[in-house]
């Protein structure tokens, strides 16, 4: 099974200011976060992004909001780990609109159609810090949604290497699918005569 771009939506969880200088080779891990939000833009995919009380934690590192924002993308400020718990999951799933008016006063050829609902994105492209606490628990949830969870571990961080990993374990045992960010750009591309191959590339290099 491989990503495909018009069923993708990206989730970046929690980069932020206070928390990442204590991030296992955290620069490395935010470079890739950045990389995403960007290839998401490039190829139209929908990007949310989270922040863990940022009263306390900062919000976003700027670089990433930036990207994010300039995706066309939402931050979402929560207290619970699983962003779930806080709203995400109306995002990654809007309900269908009411059509608007008594339609039921009105003879049958005035009646307004419902409008069509947006085609689901059901895949999710996932990646966050800390992976074995925020991260984890929001993907989690996505699959017990019945989401498809496609995990970016080189986009992934702990404080430490044991808790991050064993994040990664128990992820792929519930049946979330582990990637890294160029399986990604490649995935949604698919093909080097893809519109945004040459833009694509250049960031991934």
Not at 5 to 13: A, G, N, R
Not at 38 to 43: D, E, G
Not at 180 to 191: H, N
Request: charged residues 20%.
């Amino acid at each position: 099974m491989l990503l495909e771009s018009e069923d993708s939506q990206l989730v970046l969880v929690d980069y932020q200011t206070r928390l990442m200088p204590a991030i296992h080779e955290g620069p490395a891990v935010l470079a890739q976060a950045v990389r995403l939000a960007r290839l998401a833009q490039a190829l139209q995919v929908p990007v949310w992004g989270t922040e863990q009380n940022p009263a306390g934690l900062g919000e976003s590192v700027p670089e990433l909001r930036t990207a994010i924002e300039q995706a066309g993308g939402r931050m979402l400020a929560k207290m619970h780990f699983s962003a779930c718990a806080d709203g995400l999951l109306p995002w990654l799933r809007p309900p269908a609109r009411q059509p608007q008016g008594n339609a039921r006063s009105l003879p049958k050829h005035l009646q307004k159609a419902a409008p069509a609902p947006a085609p689901e994105r059901n895949s999710v492209v996932i990646a966050g810090c800390e992976s074995h606490v925020c991260l984890l628990q929001t993907a989690l949830e996505l699959l017990e949604e019945e989401f498809d969870v496609w995990v970016v571990t080189d986009a992934c961080g702990s404080r430490t290497e044991r808790n991050r990993d064993a994040a990664f374990d128990r992820l792929a045992g519930a049946g979330a699918e582990l990637i890294t960010t160029e399986m990604v750009a490649f995935e949604w591309l698919r093909s080097a005569e893809h519109p945004v191959f040459k833009e694509v590339l250049s960031l991934i290099k």
